[in-house]
T-cell receptor
Framework: EAEVAQSPRYKITEKSQAVAFWCDPI?????LYWYRQILGQGPELLVQ????????DSQLPKDRFSAERLKGVDSTLKIQPAELGDSAMYLC?????FGTGELFFGEGSRLTVL | GENVEQHPSTLSVQEGDSAVIKCTYS??????FPWYKQELGKRPQLIID?????GEKKDQRIAVTLNKTAKHFSLHITETQPEDSAVYFC???????????FGKGTHLIIQP
């Protein structure tokens, strides 16, 4: 069964450092999402791509976060500089296309900022 | 924007009993309401969803009900089993998987 791949699974960094997370969606899925999940809370959407275009980045802290999906396939989420409050699980998800029902999540990248 | 409230935050039931988790949403235009299950250390997975043109949907031991007038929806799990232990998230959106707003989750504990 095809799955969304993410790396790294775990990342520990010091504040003010740069971090990057990678996501490879299920083959053929046009829509890709990055969510942030703080411990004890539900996932919060950061950015959504349709192919290589950003559809929604209204909740992305653009002063320090950036995301790209250059060829409309895999995607990178970057944080620079990292802050203590960025410690969370970063989940990537994909769906077949815009507006369809099911999100398929990756296993996530857990970030700890010291 | 949409706001989804979920209750309770923790629910403990005896194995074999039923469990009910409730969510309310704020945007009357929302029309898609999925439920995701997240086991410890694993990815969230869709277990059931409902659209606003349907009042109830069942899949074996799980069911979801929707009351659009009151803007609330509920997850019902019957004959609970140990493998039902997990965190359950409700969500709501205007356009399927796009722009989903999640609740804070319910930690369901099945006691033997």
């Amino acid at each position: 069964e095809a799955e969304v791949a993410q790396s790294p699974r775990y990342k520990i960094t010091e504040k003010s450092q740069a971090v990057a997370f990678w996501c490879d969606p299920i083959s053929g899925h046009a829509t890709l999402y990055w969510y942030r999940q703080i411990l004890g809370q539900g996932p919060e959407l950061l950015v959504q791509f349709q192919d290589e275009s950003v559809v929604d980045d209204s909740q992305l802290p653009k002063d320090r976060f950036s995301a790209e999906r250059l060829k409309g396939v895999d995607s990178t989420l970057k944080i620079q500089p990292a802050e203590l409050g960025d410690s969370a699980m970063y989940l990537c998800a994909s769906s077949r296309t815009f507006g369809t029902g099911e999100l398929f999540f990756g296993e996530g990248s857990r970030l700890t900022v010291l | 924007g949409e706001n989804v409230e979920q209750h309770p935050s923790t629910l403990s039931v005896q194995e074999g009993d039923s469990a009910v988790i409730k969510c309310t949403y704020s945007d009357s235009a929302s029309n898609y309401f999925p439920w995701y299950k997240q086991e410890l250390g694993k990815r969230p997975q869709l277990i059931i969803d409902i659209r606003s043109n349907v009042g109830e949907k069942k899949d074996q031991r799980i069911a979801v009900t929707l009351n659009k007038t009151a803007k609330h929806f509920s997850l019902h799990i019957t004959e609970t089993q140990p493998e039902d232990s997990a965190v359950y998230f409700c969500a709501a959106s205007l356009r399927g998987a796009d722009g989903l707003t999640f609740g804070k989750g319910t930690h369901l504990i099945i006691q033997p």
